[in-house]
């Protein structure tokens, strides 16, 4: 299994096509084998798929995400766990452990927030009430 994360020194990063980076993770047997940081240059949504798929990702960790990236993972077959902040490492951990939660409501209410309030209905309406500040 690979598993990568959107990644700032080391924490989740809370945008996922914005990051700059992906930290990727080998497991093998249920430990973590080995790990690269693979560098995006925060290239946008397609070219983070791209990368995924060059480097056979099948786990995707992340904070915000916005619903046409949510979509193209789940066309991908990659799965996805989001609304997730904190230390990417241990993030992996509780995956691993069988404890890591998907919170897509926070996924989408940090990808709102990561566009600066701009209102996206079709992204976060799905999940629920409107996180921006549009009063929606």
Not at 8 to 32: L, R, S, T
Not at 69 to 92: C, H, N, P, R, T
Request: net charge negative; aromatic share 4%; glycine share 12%.
């Amino acid at each position: 299994m690979k598993i990568a994360i959107p990644i700032k020194n080391e924490n989740i990063y809370q945008h996922f096509g914005m990051a700059a980076a992906f930290k990727i993770y080998d497991v093998e047997n249920g430990q973590v084998a080995s790990t690269k940081v693979e560098q995006t240059n925060g290239r946008g949504h397609g070219a983070m798929l791209d990368i995924l798929l060059a480097e056979n990702v099948n786990c995707v960790i992340c904070g915000g995400i916005g619903d046409g990236a949510m979509q193209a993972l789940k066309q991908a077959d990659i799965k996805l766990y989001a609304g997730i902040d904190g230390v990417a490492d241990e993030a992996v951990t509780s995956l691993l452990a069988g404890n890591l939660q998907s919170n897509l409501e926070a996924a989408c209410s940090k990808h709102q927030h990561a566009h600066h309030g701009l209102c996206q209905h079709d992204n976060c309406g799905q999940h629920g009430d409107c996180h921006c500040d549009c009063g929606k």
